[in-house]
């Protein structure tokens, strides 16, 4: 075929058919800080967190539970209630650290590790029924907070994954329709049982899931700058086209540590443009030590920019 008969081909091939020649862009890097808070009531308020103009900032507010609040907590099929530390973590304060911040965004995170002394599940009665409880529990707090997002963060399942893709999903999809968030992350981890229902989520929704927190800590402890770099690039394989952003815990407990390279690697990931954001878990362990790594990663970012 003659190099101009080639060119009309494909130029008609594309007119044609353009949803089969589109590509997705691969993220870039970004200035996104995140960092979870309230989870363990240790009296940590917004303002303790140092935070730097320069980078995009999110709070995560841990965790919202669809369980009771009483004594010994049951599941409540999607209707929401508030278990972090709402005396120092109110809607006042939220407001008030969003006004004087135009850089900070805050948001809730759903499930978690644990509520009272077990473990939390994502239980579901049905599809319909929890994602209509879902959709006005987590509304009416969203609204009362003045929130910007959601995190999921279910790690225990009494769910297939198809069940848990369809109602995070439509979740996802009815509260951003509704104008009711502007941004959705999943936070994963490498566990069988746990990968398999995000990446059903990511199959099928994974167009609204804006980031992909991924939890590098729970990788073991002494991991080592490469072992990182394998670990993200089979992550970011995962969550093909997704924001993967990476993640150190506060008390050193696992993962890369900032202490053994955590900040190398970042510095590695961000010559590749593959830097899409950090987040940590979290401020009420961080607090301890002054919030020093929290100044260096914002500071990592914001050099980017």
Request: charged share 15%; proline share 3%.
């Amino acid at each position: 075929m003659g190099l101009s008969k080639l060119f009309i081909a494909l130029f008609v091939f594309q007119v044609l058919f353009p949803c089969h020649m589109s590509i997705q862009a691969a993220p870039a890097n970004s200035n996104l800080f995140r960092e979870y808070i309230g989870a363990e009531f240790n009296n940590v308020r917004f303002t303790d967190l140092p935070i730097n103009s320069d980078v995009e900032f999110h709070f995560i507010l841990s965790f919202a539970i669809d369980y009771e609040t009483s004594g010994s907590p049951s599941p409540t099929n999607g209707k929401f209630n508030v278990f972090w530390d709402s005396d120092n973590l109110s809607p006042s304060q939220v407001s008030a650290i969003k006004s004087r911040n135009s850089n900070v965004k805050v948001a809730l995170s759903l499930g978690g590790d644990s509520v009272g002394d077990g473990y939390a599940y994502f239980h579901p009665s049905s599809v319909d029924s929890w994602v209509s409880n879902a959709v006005s529990s987590l509304t009416d707090i969203i609204q009362e907070y003045n929130l910007d997002g959601i995190d999921i963060d279910y790690e225990h399942f009494q769910a297939d994954p198809d069940t848990f893709a369809e109602c995070i999903g439509r979740l996802i999809t009815t509260l951003k329709k509704n104008g009711v968030i502007s941004f959705a992350s999943i936070a994963p981890f490498d566990d069988d049982d746990v990968q398999s229902h995000y990446k059903a989520l990511w199959k099928s929704y994974g167009n609204l899931i804006d980031y992909v927190n991924f939890q590098f800590y729970a990788y073991d402890q002494g991991t080592t700058v490469s072992q990182f770099m394998n670990y993200f690039n089979t992550q970011s394989s995962n969550y093909n086209g997704g924001k993967v952003l990476v993640s150190f815990i506060s008390d050193g407990s696992g993962g890369l540590s900032p202490q053994n390279g955590f900040f190398t690697a970042c510095s590695r990931l961000k010559s590749q443009n593959k830097l899409h954001g950090i987040f940590v878990w979290s401020a009420d362990d961080s607090k301890r030590n002054g919030f020093r790594y929290e100044k260096q990663s914002q500071a990592l970012l914001a050099s980017s920019h």
